[in-house]
């Protein structure tokens, strides 16, 4: 996992990955409060942003997921989100497999879960196999304007 603000990426070149990068030097050219929800691609299927309108869930309604084929970058636009993250365990079996149709699966709670509460123009980064619990709410339900950019592992140099 990458912590970071959107707003520090010019000062983070040196030590981010190059299509980390790429992808949030994108975001600050688009103005994400007026985008229409959907998918946007910056380079094809390798590197693309889905803006989201999405309802925050209590911990308990969320669940924890990970990716194979692309890295998240997971950027809460209106709100404030919490974000679980554990890193790959052996033994943890997804309970919902969605890998070979969406690069998706979901996971009972995993061991050692950390928490971290994101503001507006903050990112945070989940390598694949990382399991990650997104749209948790801190105060309670709403619904939350964010943007999530899919880095193709190959991009990444896994």
């Known amino acids: 996992m990458i912590v970071g603000r959107i707003s520090d990426v010019a000062k983070q070149k040196g030590v981010l990955p ?6 949030l030097e994108a975001l600050q050219k688009i103005d ?6 959907g998918r946007y691609e910056i380079e094809g299927d390798k590197l693309f942003y889905l803006v989201q309108d999405v309802e925050l869930r209590t911990l308990e309604e969320s669940r924890a997921e ?18 679980g993250f554990a890193l790959p365990q052996a033994g943890l079996a997804p ?3 969605q890998f070979e149709a969406k690069d998706l699966a979901f996971y009972p709670t995993p061991a050692s879960e950390s928490f971290i509460d994101a503001a507006p123009g903050d990112y945070l ?18 619904t939350i304007r964010k943007v999530v950019v899919k880095v193709h592992a190959s991009l990444l140099g896994l």
């Open 125 to 142: 980064v989940f390598l694949p196999e990382e399991l990650h619990r997104p749209c948790v709410a801190i105060k309670g339900k709403e």
């Open 32 to 37: 994400i409060g007026t985008a229409k929800p």
């Open 66 to 83: 990970t990716h194979l084929k692309y890295a998240d970058i997971q950027v809460p636009f209106s709100c404030a989100e919490r974000y």
């Open 95 to 97: 309970n919902d497999d």
């Open 18 to 23: 190059g299509a980390i990068v790429r992808a």
